[in-house]
């Protein structure tokens, strides 16, 4: 008799991807040693998402295409959505799944071997990215973890994570009861692992690979690699957002907005220096604690 296959319920999150979610879609279905079941929400889009996407689901058993919703506006509202409005208490798993990467054939089956020992309820892995001129690079996530990690940056690409029906339920109803103060948030990656962290849930991150993301024009969260990159993520530190992003969420989790969290968006040397002696607790990789002190101490804390 064959062994009983772990259910995961996938979440789906899309948005103008006919260019690329039949692929995305056909790596999920290639998942070895686990029965999927997929969950496609789809932000009103202009390309004919809705339609091949419905008519996927047709022609898929264990392929679901929720109801319209209305326009969210971004990825992390969809992905909130089908927290909420996906019933995950059958599964095993739940996972996320953007509508552009292309999933390694063992790419949950290595999630599973991790939660199923029970020590971790989340699980994220590096990724590797991959450009249409055919460069790719490891992306490196899997640096350890340190206590305040959560409330600066997320596990890695909410592609990867996979959450254990504990995890899973209990961050459904911390969203359906927040619905309205979540709606702020601007990453979903970010919260889930701020949550899962913040509420005593052990994470695990591998550091290998499980999947090819995909870099194009249209990523709305890409690979942070590269001047542009850069630029781009100095800006939203300068006009503010970052640091709301990391009030919102601490205020969200109940972590009572803690002292390294007032430090850090102060400004000013004494602040600085205050931060200097916890820093190694905020980010996991060196390079990123340099960088925050470096963005507190020449940051003047607009928008506060």
């Not at 279905?29 to 997929?38: E, M, S, T």
């Not at 022609?59 to 995950?88: C, T, W, Y």
């Not at 995890?167 to 979903?188: P, T």
Request: net charge neutral.
């Amino acid at each position: 008799m064959p062994l009983k296959q772990p259910k995961i319920a996938i979440l789906l999150a899309a948005h103008d991807g006919m260019a690329w979610i039949e692929e995305q879609l056909n790596s999920i279905q290639a998942q070895i040693d686990v029965d999927v079941c997929i969950y496609i929400s789809v932000d009103p889009s202009t390309d004919g998402t809705e339609a091949w996407c419905a008519n996927y689901a047709d022609e898929h058993a264990n392929v679901v295409l929720m109801p319209n919703a209305g326009r969210f506006g971004g990825a992390a509202r969809n992905f909130f959505r089908l927290l909420r409005d996906v019933d995950v208490s059958a599964f095993d798993y739940v996972a996320f799944s953007d509508q552009d990467d292309i999933w390694h054939r063992d790419k949950l089956t290595r999630a599973v071997s991790v939660l199923s020992t029970g020590t971790y309820a989340g699980y994220s892995s590096n990724v590797t990215a991959f450009w249409e001129d055919g460069r790719r690079m490891l992306i490196d996530k899997a640096q350890p973890q340190v206590k305040w990690d959560y409330l600066f940056e997320a596990a890695g690409p909410g592609c990867t994570y996979v959450l254990t029906p504990a995890l899973a339920v209990g961050l459904r109803a911390y969203i359906s009861k927040e619905w309205d103060n979540v709606q702020a948030v601007a990453l979903h990656d970010w919260f889930c692992y701020a949550f899962a962290r913040s509420k005593g849930f052990s994470w695990f991150i591998d550091p290998l690979s499980g999947l090819d993301y995909r870099q194009h024009s249209s990523n709305q969260i890409g690979v942070n690699s590269g001047l542009a990159s850069a630029m781009t993520r100095l800006k939203s530190v300068r006009n503010g957002w970052w640091f709301t992003q990391i009030r919102l969420i601490a205020s969200l989790l109940d972590t009572t907005r803690p002292s390294i969290v007032r430090d850090s968006e102060e400004g000013g040397i004494l602040s600085v220096l205050k931060f200097l002696f916890v820093i190694s607790k905020c980010r996991r990789r060196t390079r990123d604690r340099l960088a925050l002190l470096l963005i507190c101490l020449f940051r003047g804390a607009p928008g506060r």
